[in-house]
């Protein structure tokens, strides 16, 4: 049997990249809107109500129209947008938290997580699980990340050579400074903690690959773990999982003479982390493709549980 699937917002990035991970599969036919006819709601409501996926590539608002369309029980639904990931009648899809990927599997709504929020929720919430990080510390962290994520218009800009240096796109820069980042809201609801975490993402001149950096200070946590400590309860947190991957303590090996590398993730479903130390200060890095993980293969990964096929089939 082949399942019918949709892509509403074929045209955008990360419309593009499900297609690539779509073709590879055989149980899966892809329904092809025309062009000219992408924005006609009639058009649109056949093609979304004839599928058995449909995921949504858009803006929050255009997001909005399209659920609204589905008029079936039949078509389950994978949104790729900001809108839905913190309202409780839809699933968050983040397989590797603790007892999702079973919601996951039944579920008819399934948001996909944002870029920066998937490192982030993933190193934060098995340590407040485990105890060892309190739902009201301060947390503070900061994100790195291509420019891919910035959506087409984004791509252009940093990709058009005379506006890079007119605007001097070559230097990263801070973004969000008002500190009211759309990824947030899911950033503490599912991570477990009491407060809004202080985050300063910040884009740069190249393509993909995403480092979501979690400092914490020991002597403020009530077991005052050591980093070891915290590495420990990662690794055996996602000891098991397919995609998460905690490197090894010990993880000079995996840096170019003491620079982390930013790009080895990309073009996979893949998530390391990295956890360094000294004394009382404890490093938490997650490194991953901002396209991979952090959008497309997710979303990927949450078709394959929702159909029941083989988790694995996003590389």
């Known amino acids: 049997m082949k399942y019918k699937v949709f892509v509403d917002g074929q045209e955008g990035t990360t419309g593009l990249k499900i297609f690539e991970y779509l073709s590879k599969l055989s149980d899966i036919e892809i329904l092809r809107i025309d062009y000219d006819k992408r924005k006609d709601p009639e058009e649109r409501s056949k093609f979304l109500n004839a599928a058995d996926v449909v995921f949504l590539c858009l ?97 252009e800009e940093y990709e058009n050579s005379a506006l890079v240096t007119e605007k001097k796109l070559n230097y990263p820069r801070h973004y969000s400074l008002q500190l009211n980042h759309k990824h947030i809201p899911e950033m503490l609801l599912y991570s477990g903690l009491l407060y809004e975490p202080l985050f300063s993402p910040i884009i740069a001149n190249y393509a993909q690959g995403l480092a979501m950096s979690v400092p914490l200070i020991s002597r403020l946590m009530p077991k005052t773990p050591s980093a070891k400590d915290v590495h420990e309860v990662l690794s055996t947190y996602f000891e098991k999982e397919r995609f998460v991957n905690v490197m090894t303590y010990d993880s000079e090996a995996y840096l170019d003479e003491g620079h982390f590398m930013i790009s080895e993730c990309n073009n996979t479903n893949q998530l390391d ?31 394959n549980l929702m159909l029941g096929f083989d988790e694995g089939n996003t590389d």
Request: glycine share 10%.
């Open 59 to 155: 803006p929050d608002s255009a997001t909005k129209e399209s659920v609204a369309l589905v008029k079936n029980e039949k078509t389950k639904i994978i949104n790729a947008s900001t809108v839905f990931r913190t309202d409780k009648n839809w699933v968050y899809g983040l397989p590797e938290l603790k007892n999702q990927r079973d919601l996951i599997r039944t579920a008819k709504r399934v948001s996909v997580p944002g870029c920066h929020a998937t490192g982030f929720i993933l190193t934060i919430r098995p340590l407040i699980e485990a105890g060892i990080l309190q739902h009201d510390y301060p947390v503070t962290c900061y994100s790195l990340t291509g420019y891919s994520g910035a959506g087409k218009s984004g791509i």
């Open 273 to 303: 982390i990295f956890v360094f130390g000294q004394k009382d200060r404890i490093n938490i890095i997650s490194r991953y493709d901002n396209l991979g993980k952090g959008a497309s293969g997710a979303a990927v990964q949450n078709m």
